[in-house]
């Protein structure tokens, strides 16, 4: 290491998107100007997982990590910290920790978290394959292809115990298996980066900071499979994770690390991205690889597995983007030492994105068998503004509600499926007492029927009915009798549906009445919302007693519906309201009532 | 979806609608040529155009039927299937709303009805000055800052719909940009 200080800079989007590029140049030019030059270097690097309060800046060695940092501060971090090294400590994430204890160490966030899949990200610079190969980057592949056969290395894999992480938990050593064993000839292998699930940003991140990985991974796989081509299917509006991929693949191939025959060992492997074009289903195994063909993006009926009869009607496997990431560890510190984390069924860990009433949004990973008390109140330091937690939504749309008494399970794929939601890829999103459950899963399952490829009937025609029992019950015309249908129609599209998404698309609904009747309950039969959320249970009044007449509710009432002399108690015309809750917002007196 | 810098890269143009007719028509042969023998070649070819035109209009799906020959049934039923493909023109300040789920919780519907009401227009559509088109997105990757829009490639944090009014007007003074895009 040839500087005497690093300035890493978080280049994820959450990051990036709040002046980090301006931040980026203002710590360089700041570098420049001061004559350091040759003794610090500025690193623009992945997610750092701590996006609630980025833009983030970490400095080496010493570790320092600052939040919040504005291009302002450039000058001030530069000249302080750098020059005269005195930590600037209103940066700092807690601005009473002591001098020495100014590093993530010292940070609540990162103190449960285990990473083996973000082990790069937040620390190399993505664009720099050597850092990369500085971090043991291209040695499991190195390892692979000449040290181990094609078989030893799907045993390994196999004995780690590794699970898919998009969604289905197949193991993957089972998975690379059925295509090894399938006669030799085109084979392909492709990753699956279409992240589907709204509200989550694990792939994503993991390609940003840490693009290498995966390609890695990648070759690895088509060498024990015997697939000379990969394809990355990845969602457009990843601009910044294309770009990355894009430049990696281009330095893989300089170091001949991808390409013909790789490091001489005769293994040849060349990666082709694909990019999605907005359709969730497009997540979906048979549906993406159609896509790839250049055709619409329709699941079709199972067996036979890609892996017997995919691309093309070639042998094909298919990995998440989380999945791969493992794959050069695994090979490199051995299975036993992979097996040795996480539950007796779900070996390794688990990234999520960790979103919604949340004081520390982020992204985050953890041993499989973490429980959701210590992600939420540990981790995530908690619920914003003090509330109540209500629920929490894994697997998103295909997932299901947790209530309260389930904080305390050990997160597995088998303890999610007991209580009714899934693993899924990675989505966390956490509700607060404002938050009203119908209103919720209303929307997911509006989300799934406009995503619903509507080939097959319990899907299309069983997601709109849903939807519509859904609209009903949170515009307070729900019926009793409604909830059996409800359960009925989730019950067949479960059963009778082609594909994952109208199997799964139930599960909102499903697990939010078993452990949530009671807001139903209430929405239906004393029409009422305890959110505050749907508006046609709502009234709005003002509470004469609290109201000083400060005429602010009447100025942003869009329909004029309040009435009243300025210093004089103010009137709501509920004939007029609409009903927007303006008013409630503005009033600083709390003085309007809703109910 | 906007015609994001991804594929705007890959085509490498402008696309501000500078370029005379017979260089788009040129673009759009070279584009045909590229992808035609590609195996899987009609959605990226489909994505470059979108790229150079803005949208696929109903001559340039004709023409790449015609030059993949697929029937133009075939290549419609692939432009309509993903949400990605526009039929129209948009505006140019394309803001999409994000609905994803941490956006939804943090009050995204708000500040998206917020948008409806100050444009004047419904999601999917344009206002007839052309200046903006309203979309929703499915998680921008910033959901630590929820709710999100994008304006086209810029990144508006923790929207307020309170705001929208202001910021609306700031994109149109062209403004917005130097204007901190936090509105925390
Ligand atoms: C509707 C639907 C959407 C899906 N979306 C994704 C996705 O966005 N990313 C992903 O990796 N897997 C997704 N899957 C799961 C894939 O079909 C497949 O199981 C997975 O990519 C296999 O990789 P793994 O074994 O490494 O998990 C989806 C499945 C369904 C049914
Ligand atoms: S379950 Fe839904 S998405 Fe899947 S094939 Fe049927 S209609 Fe299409
Ligand atoms: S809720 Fe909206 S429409 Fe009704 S009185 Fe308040 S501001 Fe006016
Ligand atoms: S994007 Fe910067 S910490 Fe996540
Ligand atoms: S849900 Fe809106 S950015 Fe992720």
Redesign the pocket.
């Known amino acids: 290491m040839a500087y005497k200080q690093y300035i890493l800079v978080c280049g994820g989007t959450a990051c990036e998107s709040n002046r980090g590029i301006e931040l980026f140049a203002a710590l360089k030019k700041a570098v420049e100007e001061n004559g350091l030059v040759n003794d610090v270097q500025v690193v623009r690097t992945g997610c750092l997982g701590f996006c609630e309060k980025g833009p983030i800046v970490k400095i080496l060695p010493q570790d320092t990590f600052y939040v919040e940092v504005k291009p302002e501060d450039a000058e001030e971090i530069v000249k302080e910290h750098l020059v005269k090294g005195r930590v600037v400590s209103r940066l700092l994430y807690d601005k009473n920790q002591s001098k020495r204890n100014v590093g993530i160490e010292g940070i609540d966030f990162y103190q449960k978290q285990f990473r083996i899949v973000l082990r790069n990200c937040g620390v190399i610079d993505p664009d720099k394959i050597d850092e990369y190969i500085a971090r043991d980057g291209y040695k499991a592949l190195e390892k692979a292809l000449f040290e181990m056969k094609p078989r030893d290395v799907i045993d390994e894999v196999s004995k780690s115990g590794l699970?898919?992480?998009?969604?289905?938990?197949?193991p993957?050593g089972k998975?690379w298996e059925f295509a090894a064993v399938q006669p030799a000839g085109q084979k392909y292998m492709v990753c699956?980066?279409?992240?589907?699930?709204p509200g989550a940003y694990m792939?994503r991140s993991t390609l940003e900071g840490d693009p290498h990985s995966v390609l890695e991974a990648m070759a690895i796989a088509g060498y024990s499979i015997g697939a000379d081509t990969g394809f990355i299917y990845i969602r457009a509006e990843y601009p910044l994770a294309i770009q990355r991929l894009e430049n990696a693949i281009k330095q893989a191939h300089e170091y001949g690390l991808l390409g013909k025959n790789i490091l001489g060992s005769g293994f040849s492997f060349n990666i082709e991205i694909r990019l999605g074009a907005g359709a969730?289903?497009c997540?979906?195994?048979t549906a993406?690889l159609a896509s790839i063909e250049g055709k619409r993006g329709m699941?079709s009926p199972r067996p036979p597995f890609p892996a017997v009869k995919g691309l093309w009607g070639c042998p094909t496997v298919?990995?998440?983007?989380e999945?791969?990431a493992n794959i050069p560890v695994i090979l490199l510190k051995g299975n036993l030492w992979f097996s040795k984390i996480g539950t007796a069924t779900s070996k390794g860990t688990k990234v999520f994105a960790l979103t919604g009433k949340i004081n520390n949004s982020g992204l985050i990973e953890v041993p499989m068998g973490t429980t959701l008390r210590e992600i939420i109140f540990d981790i995530g330091g908690g619920i914003r503004g003090g509330k109540a937690f209500k629920a929490a939504q894994t697997g998103g749309p295909?997932g299901g509600m947790i209530p309260p008494q389930f904080l305390d399970t050990p997160i597995d794929y088998e303890n999610l499926s007991k209580i009714g939601s899934i693993m899924g890829?990675g989505g966390l999103i956490v509700m607060d007492e404002d938050d009203c459950i119908p209103d919720v899963t209303k929307f997911y399952l509006d989300f799934t029927v406009d995503e619903s490829c509507g080939k097959c009937a319990p899907c299309r025609i069983g997601g709109r009915k849903l939807l519509n029992y859904l609209a009903n019950i949170c515009n307070g015309e729900g019926k009793l009798e409604d909830i059996d249908k409800m359960l009925a129609i989730s019950e067949a599209m479960s059963r009778a549906s082609l594909?994952?998404?109208g199997q799964?698309a139930s599960n909102p609904v499903q697990s939010s009445l078993r452990y949530f009747m009671d807001e139903y309950r209430e929405h239906i039969v004393d029409k009422k919302c305890r959110a505050g959320k749907c508006k046609n249970l709502l009234s709005y009044s003002i509470n004469t007693e609290k109201c000083v007449g400060c005429t602010a509710c009447a100025r942003v009432c869009p329909v004029n519906a309040i009435a009243g002399e300025r210093k004089q108690p103010h009137v709501i015309d509920s004939a007029k309201c609409i009903k927007c809750g303006q008013c409630f917002d503005v009033c600083k007196f709390n003085a309007v009532n809703r109910s | 979806m906007t015609d994001s810098s991804a594929t705007a890269a890959a085509c490498g143009c402008q696309c501000d609608g500078a370029s005379s007719e017979t260089e788009l028509a040129a673009g759009l042969d070279s584009i045909i040529g590229e992808y035609r023998d590609k195996p899987g070649g009609l959605i990226p070819a489909l994505q470059t155009a979108q790229a150079l035109f803005g949208y696929l209009p109903e001559e340039v799906i004709r023409k790449i039927a015609d030059g993949f020959g697929k029937p133009v049934s075939e290549v419609a039923g692939v432009v309509t299937f993903y949400s990605f493909f526009t039929l129209h023109p948009r505006g140019k300040f394309v803001v999409r709303v994000c609905l994803g789920t941490a956006c939804y919780v943090r009050g995204g519907k708000e500040v998206l009805d917020a948008f409806k009401k100050k444009l004047e227009i419904d999601v999917g559509e344009t206002t007839p000055d052309r200046m903006f088109s309203l979309e929703v997105g499915r998680c921008f990757g910033a959901c630590g800052m929820a709710p999100v829009v994008m304006v086209n490639d810029d990144v508006y944090q923790r929207v307020k719909p309170a705001l929208v009014g202001e910021l609306v007007n700031k994109i149109l003074s062209g403004t917005a940009a130097a204007e901190v895009k936090e509105m925390a």
Not at chain 1, 164 to 170: D, K, M, Q, S, V
Not at chain 1, 192 to 197: F, L, P, S, V, Y
Request: with cysteine; proline share 3%; aromatic share 6%.
């Open positions: 699970r898919g992480r998009g969604g289905a938990g197949f993957t998975k699956n980066a279409d992240e589907g699930d792939d969730f289903v997540g979906e195994e993406l699941p298919i990995n998440n983007v999945t791969l295909s890829s594909c994952g998404l799964t």
